[in-house]
């Protein structure tokens, strides 16, 4: 019985998002790799509420959060079209959460095929600032994790493509 409880959770890959263009580039590879391998796609935003934000009588302006649980979740489903195919797509499961990030998304892991995050930390760190290559949620997945975690670079750190000469 617990064979098949483990391998019905190897059956998914959970992908962190938090909305900006590295978390793309991650749901769009952990689509295709979720339908490549069959699974099912758990899709997690965390919001971290001890975060530094405007206070809660600012005016709203660019940046600040004025939506709630279910326009996160449609603004979520949305990216859904652009990450893969919808023919043959897999079960997808959408979660928006309160907490901290590493500890939602390494509480989703366990049983997971594997965790999926992005990233667009770059050696070129603003002065005065530590030159770390991954942020800290996913330096801090990579160390904890119980299940494989892959790392996808965001539009900034992506190598520019070079034509391939076929003789």
């Not at 001890?50 to 004025?66: E, F, K, R, S």
């Not at 043959?88 to 997808?92: H, I, K, R």
């Given at each position: 019985m617990m064979a098949r409880a483990e391998n019905a959770g190897q059956r998914r890959i959970v992908v962190g998002v938090d909305g900006s263009a590295a978390a793309a580039a991650a749901l769009r590879w952990a689509a295709?790799?979720?339908?490549?391998r069959g699974m099912r796609l758990h899709v997690v935003h965390a919001r971290d509420q001890?975060?530094?934000?405007?206070?809660?009588?600012?005016?709203?302006?660019?940046?600040?959060?004025?939506v709630g649980y279910a326009a996160e979740g449609s603004a979520l489903k949305a990216l859904m079209p652009e990450a893969a195919d919808p023919d043959?797509?897999?079960?997808?499961q959408f979660e928006v959460v309160d907490g901290l990030p590493v500890r939602v998304l390494l509480e989703r892991a366990p049983g997971a095929a594997m965790l999926v995050l992005g990233t667009?930390?770059?050696a070129d760190a603003p002065?005065?600032?530590?030159?770390?290559?991954?942020?800290p949620v996913a330096r801090d997945c990579l160390r904890a994790s119980?299940?494989?975690?892959?790392?996808?670079?965001?539009?900034?750190?992506?190598?520019?493509?070079?034509?391939?000469?076929?003789?």
């Open positions: 295709a790799e979720a339908q490549l001890h975060a530094v934000a405007l206070a809660p009588y600012a005016p709203p302006g660019a940046g600040q959060d004025t043959g797509w897999p079960a997808v667009t930390r770059s002065v005065g600032q530590p030159k770390a290559p991954l942020g119980p299940c494989p975690v892959v790392i996808v670079a965001g539009p900034s750190l992506q190598p520019e493509a070079e034509p391939v000469c076929t003789g």
